[in-house]
């Protein structure tokens, strides 16, 4: 049994970025040893592949939702990735985006959230005060490394970036201060509703 309990996590005064890197190994090192592949892909089949699947397959394997649902998105069988949303110390509800996972047909993209205040993520929000999942639109960028045409020692790549929207669904986890949101974007190209913006980074 693995054990994770809040007077145990660690104290990075502030560096929040690798708390949140450590939470993410722990859940995918649970994810693992918890949820053997075979057994966990034979119990996707007999269920609609959705988030709303996602809290059934956790109590089969009395795992926690979180790890569950990296587990369920690594054998999607098309390109998707998940956000979490967590709630921040305001007074007012605000979520923002923790860590995000894709999958290996993703590749060989990586995908973000927008992080400045252009940015309207709607499902999230709506999903938040609903029992059921919520399906949007919602805008993630996309990178990935083209290399430029040239010769040895030369040659050199660059970072390219487009910023799309993509068919999402939100549920929401949880109650009171620990109620959070789980995001399941399709991103595959036959997914894509956008060729909005297109630049060298």
């Known amino acids: 049994m693995l054990w994770w309990s809040r007077s145990t996590e660690p104290k990075y005064r502030g560096n929040r970025e690798s708390y949140r890197k450590v939470e993410k190994v722990c859940d995918r090192l649970a994810a693992e040893i918890l949820m053997p592949e075979d057994t966990f892909r034979r119990h996707m089949e007999e269920t609609v592949m959705t988030l709303a699947s996602v809290q059934r397959l956790a109590q089969i394997f009395e795992t926690s939702v979180q790890s569950a649902a990296i587990r369920f998105v690594d054998f999607l069988p098309f390109p998707a990735v998940l956000t979490i949303w967590k709630q921040s110390g305001t007074e007012e509800l605000f979520l923002k985006p923790g860590w995000t996972h894709r999958n290996t047909h993703c590749r060989p993209y990586t995908y973000g ?64 201060q620990n109620r959070y949101v789980l995001s399941l974007s399709y991103v595959g190209e036959r997914y894509n509703n956008s060729n909005s913006l297109a630049e060298e980074a």
């Open 113 to 176: 959230i927008q992080k400045n205040k252009e940015a309207r993520y709607i499902g999230p929000y709506q999903a938040f005060s609903s029992i059921r999942p919520i399906q949007t639109e919602e805008t993630l960028t996309r990178t990935w490394r083209e290399n430029i045409v040239g010769s040895f020692p030369d040659r050199r790549s660059v970072d390219r970036l487009k910023r799309s929207t993509f068919p999402t669904e939100s549920m929401a986890f949880g109650s009171g």
